[in-house]
């Protein structure tokens, strides 16, 4: 599946509930969602006021392509992170969500060092962090416990970079990541658990879709 490249905000419309997907616009008057409701096209501001039984499958199919478009990855990826769920111990869902919750580009939005997780994903795109003392590029990939994310010596002198803690102040990371702000830095203390997901995300509708 190809990139979605189009405006972002659409992707909350048409799930019908704001995703967070653009960061602190996400949280003001500026949202999208907060003047258009409705979904996007020709016929989405009728779509509200029509009465229609939802189906199953529907409900299954939105809340995959949610969380997908949550976590920012390919319907290929997604697909891959529930084979991987799947063989996995413990409950399939709680395994996926863990899964999505350690890649590279979330961790560094949980941590705060990002506004949203695209913008993780271009900051890791860019080598400006390292684990481990390494410098990595790669989005995907699922940090352990014990892992060290920090940003690179190099990249500290950006502008970016230099606003980075007042914005890491307004942020709450969750119980499994520690942080040091002032290094700029984040140590992984214990794998995700279901109650540091968002709550919001059904799991069991997404593994009854790809258990058809």
Not at 12 to 26: A, I, N, S, T, V
Not at 73 to 99: D, I, M, P
Request: net charge positive; with cysteine.
């Amino acid at each position: 599946m190809a990139k979605y490249s189009g405006p972002v905000c659409k992707l909350c419309r048409r799930e019908g509930e704001k995703l967070f997907l653009k960061g602190q616009r996400c949280y003001t008057q500026k949202c999208s969602f907060e003047r258009r409701g409705y979904p996007p096209g020709e016929h989405g501001r009728d779509a509200q006021f029509r009465r229609r039984r939802v189906s199953d499958y529907s409900r299954q199919l939105r809340e995959k392509q949610k969380t997908r478009r949550v976590y920012g990855v390919s319907e290929r990826q997604f697909r891959r992170y529930y084979r991987e769920a799947l063989k996995k111990r413990g409950l399939t869902g709680e395994n996926l969500l863990q899964l999505l919750e350690r890649r590279l580009d979330n961790v560094v939005y949980r941590l705060g060092f990002s506004e949203s997780r695209a913008e993780g994903r271009m900051l890791v795109t860019h080598g400006h962090f390292n684990v481990n003392g390494r410098r990595t590029d790669v989005p995907s990939m699922l940090v352990r416990e014990g892992d060290v994310i920090e940003v690179r010596e190099g990249s500290r002198t950006r502008p970016y970079f230099k606003d980075l803690k007042a914005l890491a102040e307004t942020r709450t990371a969750p119980a499994w990541l520690e942080r040091q702000i002032p290094k700029l830095s984040g140590r992984v203390v214990q794998l995700p658990e279901r109650t540091d997901v968002d709550a919001s995300i059904n799991e069991t509708l997404i593994i009854e879709y790809y258990s058809r």
